[in-house]
């Protein structure tokens, strides 16, 4: 499932048809997403990927949300790939390896399960 927030749906929606028609193993699908809307009606992905969002500090929160709402409950591989000089992209880091303070529920979360390591450009 490849997303975005903009009109770059419509190319990723068109992109999917051509490669859909060769012999891939998966089939691709493109959908217009808010990090800031609500996921609870989500299908569970393998891998998570992103690249280059962590550009709002006030997003944030809703990256993460939006991110555990698409992985599986075990067994998904979550990686983000951003810019080394957005100091964002490093509270993002931070907020995932070390756990966070959650202005929603007023309460510091433990960090995300797994490993968590950082790949920046």
């Known amino acids: 499932l490849l997303t975005d927030n903009d009109e770059a749906v419509e190319v990723l929606e068109t992109t999917t048809i051509g490669l ?9 699908a493109a959908k217009k997403l808010d990090w800031r809307d ?13 690249s280059d969002i962590a550009y709002y500090y006030h997003l944030l929160r809703p990256i993460m949300d939006t991110s555990q709402a698409f992985m599986k409950k075990s067994g998904s591989l979550l990686m983000f ?16 390896r070390d756990g966070c303070y959650n202005q929603l529920t007023d309460e510091h979360e433990p960090p995300l399960p797994g490993e968590t390591k950082m790949l920046l450009y």
């Open 20 to 28: 859909n028609q060769d012999n891939l193993q998966a089939k691709l």
């Open 38 to 50: 609500e996921h609870g009606d989500v299908s569970p992905v393998d891998i998570v990927l992103g």
């Open 81 to 96: 790939v951003g810019q080394a000089n957005r100091e964002s992209q490093w509270d993002l880091y931070k907020n995932m």
